[in-house]
């Protein structure tokens, strides 16, 4: 059994691949003080819980937060007796190489979401995530990462609003129903909301126009069923595209 990890900003999703299907998914939120022995009670006893008897044989983690690999790392060697796959590092081969600048280090939960964007959809892709950043990956037509956009996460932006401007309250995102809002929360909530949903829309039309090619967009993250609801803004929504994108390179590095 496969347990794909991907660490990212604010949480991890722990995942068991039978090498058909995703048995069961786990999601914590990400601390870097967390020990490997604390990964391990944490997990055996949802695995517990759920009646879960596997053996874990390999591991694979996707992680923005460099100080968290070691101790994943640690939970690997220590209670599953194997060495895992890094994301971005070298022994982790990618199926096509990524085409950026030289010395440009690109975000592994960026390359998983290429890879797997491939895998699903073939190439020409725009993969968007909404997670802490709202991410924009090109995907050429061999599969290779050649580059993309990095704009503020949607609640990123609204903590923004919320800690500068003191008179503004801590809101929720959620579509509004009219853009002019009558009350502070609905109009930051219109700003917050039409406010992304032309940001996707401008930045997929200036990408199409400067590659001069079709490209269909696929949207993930925990925020993209919210934008899904504006007509056209996605051609494709993928819940689990990181968890498939790390079942993928592990199955290119296994071969």
């Known amino acids: 059994m496969l347990l794909a990890i991907d660490c990212g900003n604010t949480n991890t999703v722990f995942s068991v691949w039978n090498g ?19 990964y391990y009670v944490w997990l055996s006893t949802l695995m517990q ?19 968290v690999v070691f101790n994943l790392r640690v939970l690997a060697d ?34 998983v979401n290429t890879v797997a964007g491939h895998s699903l959809y073939g190439g020409d892709l725009i993969v968007v995530d909404f997670g802490t950043a709202t991410t924009f990956d090109v995907v050429a037509e061999d599969g290779a990462y050649v580059g993309g ?22 809101v929720d995102i959620s579509r509004p129903k009219t853009v002019v809002g009558t009350n502070t929360v609905a109009c930051m909530q219109s700003g917050v909301f039409w406010g992304y949903i ?29 934008f899904q609801q504006s007509a056209g803004l996605f051609d494709q929504f993928e819940d689990d595209l990181t968890m498939h994108g790390l079942t993928v390179i592990h199955a ?4």
């Open 20 to 38: 058909k299907d995703f048995v069961a998914t786990w999601r914590i939120a990400t601390e870097h003080q967390r020990t490997a022995d604390q």
């Open 49 to 67: 819980m759920q009646g879960l008897d596997v053996t874990i044989t390999d591991v694979i983690i996707s992680s923005t937060v460099p100080r």
């Open 78 to 111: 220590r209670y599953f007796n194997t060495r895992p796959l890094v994301v971005g590092k070298s022994d982790c081969l990618l199926p096509v190489a990524v085409r950026v600048d030289q010395g440009t280090a690109v975000g592994p939960d960026r390359l």
């Open 149 to 170: 956009v990095i704009a503020p996460g949607v609640n990123l932006s609204l903590e923004a609003l919320h800690h500068a401007a003191a008179a503004l309250p801590h």
């Open 198 to 226: 032309g940001l996707v829309r401008e930045i997929c039309s200036r990408i199409r126009s400067e590659r001069n090619r079709p490209m269909q967009v696929i949207a993930t993250g925990g925020l993209a069923p919210l």
């Open 252 to 255: 290119h590095n296994k071969k």
